[in-house]
């Protein structure tokens, strides 16, 4: 019988991870359902149980077998509440990769369920004016947009935007994305004027993540 030990199951990972990357997928997943077999005889609050299911679930992505994705992303939720309880924002991690691949396949309304969740969590763990809430706040007006409520994806944005702004001066490509979204609600509710000004705004903000890539003489 193989021995318990996190060498072993690194090394398990180690090798998926190589496969991986050499285009092996059948060898990949080989190797981490071996390093999930010595998960399962981990304590049931061992991290490992549910990072081997999120890189089983990456994988899975990677091949587009999402009903196996789903299966595992959940399964891997339930191992972080297990760890860490249903407040943490370790489990809200968790929840919200569940909530990005909802978001990514098209299912707005679970997506939006989950990421409401996962924004409560994280106002209480780092404040309503963090980045992290800023980064969440983003994610939920981005889907309830897709939904179609513009009303409650505007006063997101805004929020998602205001706090990028005083976070990091709202020159990344975070901000610049969700300026961009913005603009495009603007234009559908019939505000063309408020919708080129952001654009605007946009374009200024991708001049001057340009200038801080550009190399100094």
């Not at 190797?31 to 299911?53: E, P, Q, V, W």
């Not at 404040?127 to 994610?139: K, L, N, R, W």
Request: charge should be negative; include cysteine; proline fraction near 1%.
């Amino acid at each position: 019988m193989t021995e318990m030990t996190e060498t072993t199951w690194e090394e398990f990972v180690l090798k998926a991870q190589r496969a991986a990357e050499e285009g092996d997928y059948k060898a990949a997943e080989g190797f981490l359902n071996d390093a999930k077999s010595l998960s399962d005889g981990l304590a049931d609050n061992d991290k490992r149980r549910f990072l081997i299911l999120e890189m089983l679930a990456d994988l899975m992505e990677r091949e587009e077998r999402t009903d196996d994705a789903e299966k595992y992303l959940l399964a891997a939720v339930e191992c972080r509440k297990t760890r860490y309880g249903p407040f943490h924002y370790r489990y809200a991690e968790g929840v919200q990769r569940l909530s990005s691949f909802y978001f990514e396949n098209d299912r707005f309304e679970e997506s939006e369920k989950l990421t409401r969740d996962v924004l409560k969590i994280m106002e209480k763990a780092y404040g309503p004016t963090s980045e992290e809430v800023g980064h969440i706040a983003g994610q939920l007006a981005d889907t309830i947009h897709e939904l179609g409520k513009h009303q409650d994806a505007e006063e997101l944005y805004k929020r998602a935007i205001g706090i990028r702004r005083h976070a990091s001066g709202s020159t990344d490509s975070e901000s610049v994305y969700l300026i961009q979204r913005y603009a495009a609600l603007l234009e559908e509710t019939g505000r063309a004027d408020e919708a080129a000004h952001m654009r605007a705004s946009a374009q200024g903000k991708i001049s001057g993540i340009l200038r801080k890539l550009k190399p100094s003489d």
